[in-house]
């Protein structure tokens, strides 16, 4: 999985391609806490271009929106 970043005024956009899965999920995890570590409280996440996504990648999003 690839991860892309843009940011704008407040708000920083995460496009997410690739797979999110099992393994993928725990780099899309330390992406979160680093952008929230760096002071980001407004993130988008973009799965646009995702092509598959795991029970892992789900649970993954659910934790990132409940700690944000």
């Keep these: ?3 892309e970043k843009k940011s704008g005024g ?15 999920s725990i780099y899309f ?3 979160i806490e680093s952008a929230a570590r760096d002071g980001w ?4 996440v973009d799965l646009g ?6 029970s892992s ?4 999003l659910v934790d990132a929106r409940q700690r944000l």
């Excluded at 990648?57 to 993954?60: D, K, Q």
């Design 29 to 31: 995890r330390e992406e």
């Design 1 to 3: 999985m690839q991860i």
């Design 10 to 24: 407040d708000l920083l956009e995460l496009a997410l391609h690739g797979r999110l899965d099992n393994d993928s």
């Design 57 to 60: 990648g789900i649970a993954a």
């Design 41 to 44: 409280h407004r993130i988008v």
């Design 49 to 54: 271009g995702i092509d598959y996504l795991s």
